[in-house]
């Protein structure tokens, strides 16, 4: 993990201000959120798009490479792993087929329990997060 | 040395010594009266002449960005443009200037719109005034050569990393031909030297950030920074002045002064103006007046010490303004003026101008009548248009 800054006078300060790469690190977000993303592990695919897409670090994998959980510390609650996930796309077009006129996307598909049983990454309120998923 | 002389407009002169610089990299948007310099320029690229890598880009507001991003991962970086233009680039000059990146812009000075008007005035580097950048006026297409040349240092030196504006004059110097006198390649590219930036963004080797997040805690402390290279620029504006004088023959200052040693009188101004109001002078000393001109280069930094210690021993003091601040009062070049004055505490009888605005001409019996007026000068003369239809 990088070092915080030590700037102690305006004479400690780098030449236009350049730090050491990685201090967002020391930077937590995920007080942002206004809702949570849920990791199902038994619908994950292990594709890495979820990975590829978080604009944050806040998808943890191991080294060996497999994701696992995430780390809320760094996780604004945007629903890009939710919305890139293709198991969110494979769930919605399956349930499509039954009802054409079926509105569902990867923000509020927790809504419906056929959805929430099949996706990978659900994104849910805050409240249900702390309720049934034990996330603060 | 040997030395070519040229006839060279103002724009022809600039770019001439951006072919010489050689940079790296350049972004950059066309724009009238500025657009002749990046044009030229790109058939020097075309041509094979530089080995600079051109990024054409669709606004002066992307023009900065990428000069931004390019003198960021270290590489040595120009631009030109004027009025609109660098009012479009106006937000990110500030970060430039933050980031301590050395950028040479080459502005022409045109009027801000409105009402649109694409002739001379100062109000597009004025209204930049306050964003970090070093800011020299050229007199002339020699002016222009020699400063852009000097400006490469200036930015660049360690104790500055201050971004670097030279302008001349709309039309009256970008379009008019002049005598030139340029020097041999060989000869400015040992002058400007290899660039060695203090960061690069693109060292993967050793990865940092630039343009972190700052708030309460160092924002004041960033600034104060800034004006300590501020600071530094007046002593390394002149050591390079002065090395640029022993190595081409022609030795810059902050200020021009034309027939100051005895003057009673003294015109200031900055720019073209001054080749006007120097042909003015020599016929008021025919007519026996004691008048000198004090020629401004360097606006940022502002040479205080050297303008009052100039205009402390005249008896009345004109300062022509070619930019509006608008605040009723004296224009940005004489309120400037006026605070060196009173940190110096002299209180000598001033008349300020505005003049030129939108590239209204100012003719030699227009400095004359300053000049005339100024024997009944007063302290506290309120500011008067010159020039004007009334």
Known sequence: ?136 | MEKTILARTGNEAMAEAMRQINPDVCAAYPITPATEIMQIFSGFVSDGLVKTKLITVESEHSAMSACLGSAAAGARTMTATSSQGLALMHEILFIVSALRLPIVLADVNRALSGPINIHCDHSDTMAERDTGWIQIYAENSQEAYDLLIQAVRIGEHRDVLLPVCVSTDGFIISHGMERLETYPDAEVQKFVGEYKPVYNILDVDNPITVGSLVLTDYYLEHKRAQHEAMKNSLRVMSEVFSEFGKTFGRTYDFCEKYRCDDAEYILVCLSSTAGTAKAAIEELRNQGMKAGLLKIRAFRPFPAEQITNTLKNAKAIAVLDRSESLSTRSGPVATEIKAALYDACVNKPMQTYIYGLGGREIYIEDIKKVFNNLKDAKCGGQVEYLGVKE
């Open chain 1, 1 to 136: 993990m990088s070092k915080k800054p030590e700037i102690k006078t305006w004479k400690d300060i780098n030449t236009g201000g350049w730090i050491e790469s990685g201090t967002s690190e020391h930077f937590k977000t995920g007080d942002w959120r206004s809702k949570v993303p849920i990791w199902q592990e038994k619908n994950c695919i292990q594709c890495m798009q979820c990975f590829a897409f978080c604009p944050d670090d806040a998808i943890k994998v191991t080294a060996e490479g497999k994701r696992t959980g995430y780390d809320y510390g760094f996780c604004k609650g945007c629903g890009i792993c939710a919305e890139e996930c293709p198991i969110t796309a494979k769930t919605i077009k399956e349930l499509q087929k039954k009802g054409p006129n079926v509105k569902i996307d990867a923000w509020d598909g927790a809504k419906n329990p056929e959805y929430a049983e099949k996706a990978a990454i659900l994104m849910v309120s805050i409240k249900e997060a702390k309720e049934k998923h034990n996330i603060k």
